[in-house]
């Protein structure tokens, strides 16, 4: 019996199944990346294809990368601080590395090493993580929850008739809502009332 089984099994294995939701997370923040030379750049970036039970199952684990991720945001900010531009090898970036600065760079970003390498341990791809902590992180600083959106899409997967749904970033494929201009009929009556008054003098 499956009582309080709340996670679905999605017939894999546990192990097949944690390699799944890593492959779905990443694969949502790589269409993030900077695709203009790359053969399989995403069609729509910020978006992933997938089934409405799989999407269902990773979001809680997307959502969590991206938590992770926003609160080592100010960690990052103070750090710049005590950084430097020089170029690794450079006579500036060795006196850099000698001075007290370096000390409170390390400091400083010592809990967005950790972020980073807790992320890293969820989703298991370095590049991903990096797009997580430089692009998307900063786009939800004031948002508290809720990065992601799940749509269900009406055509069926070819082959098992799966329901098929769309699993994307909030905020990057939004849809407006644009209000239909309403005629207005102010000038109109301003126009008859005053063709009503030069008849009258007449």
């Known amino acids: 019996?499956?009582?309080?089984?709340?996670?679905?099994?999605?017939?894999?294995?546990?192990?097949?199944?944690?390699a799944l939701f890593k492959n779905l997370a990443s694969a949502l923040f790589l269409t993030e990346r900077d695709a203009t030379h790359d053969e399989n750049a995403p069609k729509v970036t910020g978006r992933i294809t997938t089934t409405l039970?799989?999407?269902?199952?990773?979001?809680p684990l997307v959502e969590?990368?991206?938590?992770?991720?926003?609160?080592?945001l100010p960690a990052a900010e103070e750090a710049t601080k005590y950084g430097t531009d020089a170029a690794r090898g450079t006579e500036a970036?060795?006196?850099?590395?000698?001075?007290?600065?370096?000390?409170?760079?390390?400091?400083?970003?010592?809990?967005?090493?950790?972020?980073?390498?807790?992320?890293v341990q969820l989703i298991g791809d370095r590049q991903a993580?990096?797009?997580l902590f430089d692009t998307?992180?900063?786009?939800?600083?004031?948002?508290p929850g809720g990065y992601t959106r799940i749509l269900r899409l009406a055509t069926p997967r070819l082959g098992d008739a799966g329901t098929r749904a769309i699993l994307e970033l909030v905020g990057k494929n939004d849809r407006v809502k644009r209000k239909a201009e309403r005629p207005s009929f102010e000038d109109e009556s301003a126009s008859e009332t005053e063709n009503d008054e030069t008849s009258s003098e007449e």
């Open 1 to 18: 019996m499956r009582h309080r089984r709340r996670s679905r099994v999605l017939g894999r294995s546990p192990s097949h199944r944690k």
């Open 129 to 131: 993580t990096q797009i």
């Open 93 to 119: 970036y060795k006196e850099w590395r000698k001075s007290d600065n370096w000390v409170k760079w390390a400091e400083a970003r010592a809990p967005v090493v950790a972020a980073q390498r807790r992320v």
């Open 136 to 143: 998307i992180a900063e786009r939800f600083v004031d948002r």
């Open 53 to 59: 039970h799989k999407a269902k199952e990773v979001r």
């Open 64 to 72: 969590k990368c991206i938590t992770i991720a926003k609160k080592s």
